[in-house]
């Protein structure tokens, strides 16, 4: 039984968009900050006395579409391996209590790097970052700590993240504002898909990513934690627009998340420096330098609930835990 444990991340530059359904190939490059406080332990074995691909995640057996997108994920290994077998896998969810952040980049890059070595395989990170992209767009990204860059490339070679800064220690750090735990209703891979075919602003996205990839590469260079925070906060709701302007329009956020940025340009207009980000969930991400994070759980605290508040620091990239 190999055991691998995976970060989640949260995009400072988003991916929203696929080029190739199948492969996951996304339109644009992206760039994220690996999480330490949130991730995956996945386990998998392949074993001769199974007849069927067995999942379990936290405590409990998956069937049905979740299954499905891990047997997928086997057969690609199965076929990479030439492994015969079925495979035993079981997976733990390492988030606060129901925290809703039980991302798929964690899942899958974790599941990748367990299953990949239980086949046999011996994949170099590159390799493994482009196997975790055939589970989840932003598993590519959850291979490496720190700051780290998904390439889009233009087919299953040239599609892979690399690090930008692997030990990232000039203080930025993110709050997650747990704002909403249950299971989002348009799915990122709907959402995207309907935002590429309808949004009348998708053009528009392939020229805001181009730019921000290259300011928010200088800001990282230069540490300038306000710089990355404000192209962070202005990439997102640039995100949020394909949302709103698809046919038929949708939003991802909920009452609380407007009450959150709200409170986010509160505390800015106050002189605390903060940004916010958001994925394909009504939670709230917060950017700021550690040197503010009392100021700011205080004030958010105050507004949301402390017990609504998870700090986490930049975590690292993914690990075989066992022998
Ligand atoms: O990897 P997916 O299919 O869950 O898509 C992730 C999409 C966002 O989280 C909204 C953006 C990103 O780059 O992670």
Not at 116 to 144: F, H, P, V
Not at 218 to 237: M, P, T, V, W
Not at 309 to 314: A, D
Request: glycine share 6%; charged share 20%; proline share 3%.
């Amino acid at each position: 039984m190999i055991t691998a444990r995976a970060h989640t991340n949260i995009a400072l530059v988003k991916y929203w968009g696929k080029k190739d359904q199948n492969l996951i190939l996304p339109q644009t490059d992206s760039l994220s900050l690996t999480l330490n406080e949130f991730y995956a332990d996945t386990s998998v074995e392949f074993r001769d006395d199974l007849a069927a691909d067995h999942i379990e995640i936290d405590d409990r057996v998956v069937t049905g579409h979740a299954a499905n997108k891990v047997i997928n994920f086997l057969n690609i290994i199965r076929k990479m391996s030439g492994e015969k077998r079925y495979a035993n896998v079981i997976s733990t969810n390492h988030v606060p209590v129901s925290a809703g952040l039980a991302s798929s980049a964690s899942a899958f890059a974790a599941l990748a790097t367990a299953a990949s070595k239980a086949a046999g395989l011996d994949l170099n990170r590159r390799d493994l970052s482009r196997l975790a992209r055939q589970g989840s767009g932003s598993a590519t990204r959850s291979i490496y700590g720190g700051l780290v860059e998904w390439h889009r490339g233009t087919d299953d070679l040239t599609s892979f993240a690399e690090p930008i800064m692997e030990k990232v220690d000039f203080g930025i750090e993110m709050i997650a504002l747990l704002l909403n735990t249950s299971k989002k209703k348009v799915s990122s891979r709907q959402g995207m898909q309907s935002s590429v075919e309808t949004s009348p602003y998708y053009p528009a996205w392939h020229k805001v990513v181009a730019h921000d990839m290259l300011a928010m590469k200088r800001a990282i260079s230069n540490q300038d934690i306000d710089q990355i925070g404000h192209i962070a906060e202005e990439n997102a709701l640039r995100m949020h627009a394909l949302t709103l302007s698809a046919d038929p329009g949708y939003t991802y956020f909920n009452g609380e998340t407007i009450r959150a940025i709200q409170a986010i340009n509160d505390l800015r207009s106050q002189g605390i420096s903060c940004y916010y980000t958001m994925d394909a969930g009504p939670n709230v991400k917060v950017i700021y330098n550690r040197k503010n994070r009392s100021k700011i759980i205080d004030y958010l605290g105050k507004l949301f609930g402390q017990e609504k508040l998870i700090v986490s620091k930049p975590g690292p990239g993914v690990k075989i835990i066992n022998k």
